[in-house]
């Protein structure tokens, strides 16, 4: 988890990113004392969490909280401040919480137990998929990856989808061109298209995800980061984050939107999951 705590007095914000370490040791826990370095450092990092003062020279919290959604709609912002007046303020900003200082362990962990973001633990896979919603790629950095092709990333998002089944040339192709006769040309585009593919990965360092058997290709779940495999586990974070889509930009991908529902419903029932 990544936090960052934003206070005019630094050794207040110091105080809270101590108060996280002991929350989370492995946790990366910020204080800033500008509002401008703050935002800057905020659009870098994407932080799970902004603790936020209210009351603060050029930039005060209630206009922060503002350009924070827009620089980082995910980061969850929650405002630490002295004055309880400002409490109906933050309530109508839509805020994840509010803490009335002098901050505590526990204060602060009662406002990471109800969120209104979910958190999704960072791992360190070279290689992030974003599956609900539209298919994006991710690489270490967090930075979305490039694909000489649209279809090579179409062709990443069906393996990903596969969960590390073998995937055929006949198979990729009747998936990604369903209007056409899965011929030799066809085959050989598919397989100029695979090759595209791995070296796309390559220049991020992370070719192999990717394995190729004799007749078939897959992915190497281990080495992904994957909204869609946190699911599938059942984790909580996961189990939140799905809004009824799923790979949106591709039509094969429909097919998947029905099991994930029922499955969806289970885990709710079984308290892993909010109400959607």
Not at 86 to 102: C, E, I, R, W
Not at 126 to 141: D, H, I, W, Y
Not at 149 to 176: F, I, M, P
Not at 195 to 220: A, M, P, Q, T, Y
């Amino acid at each position: 988890m990544i936090t960052i705590a934003v206070d005019d007095k630094l050794t207040i914000a110091k105080e809270t990113a101590k108060l996280m370490t002991e929350i989370e040791p492995e946790g990366e826990h910020l204080a800033v004392k500008d509002p401008e370095e703050a935002l800057k450092l905020i659009d870098e990092k994407h932080p799970e969490i902004v603790w936020l003062d209210i009351e603060m020279p050029k930039i005060n919290g209630l206009e922060m909280a503002m350009k924070i959604k827009t620089i980082s709609p995910s980061s969850n912002i929650v405002f630490v401040t002295g004055h309880s007046e400002y409490a109906l303020d933050a309530h109508q900003l839509h805020v994840s919480g509010f803490v009335l200082k002098p901050a505590s362990v526990e204060k602060l962990q009662a406002e990471i137990d109800n969120l209104r973001t979910p958190m999704v633990p960072r791992r360190k896979s070279r290689l992030s998929v974003q599956c609900f919603g539209n298919f994006e790629a991710f690489n270490e950095k967090g930075e979305p990856i490039h694909f000489s092709r649209q279809k090579a990333k179409e062709t990443l998002a069906y393996l990903v989808d596969r969960r590390g089944a073998g995937v055929s040339v006949n198979e990729l192709c009747t998936a990604l061109w369903e209007e056409r006769e899965a011929d030799t040309g066809l085959k050989a585009q598919c397989r100029a298209l695979l090759r595209s593919l791995k070296l796309d990965l390559r220049k991020e360092g992370v070719e192999d995800v990717i394995r190729k058997d004799w007749n078939s290709w897959s992915v190497d779940q281990s080495k992904i980061d994957c909204d869609y495999y946190d699911f599938l586990k059942g984790s909580p974070a996961a189990v939140n984050l799905f809004q009824g889509e799923y790979m949106t930009q591709y039509y094969w991908a429909e097919m998947r939107i029905g099991n994930l529902y029922d499955m969806s419903e289970d885990y709710i029932e079984a308290g892993r999951g909010g109400d959607w």
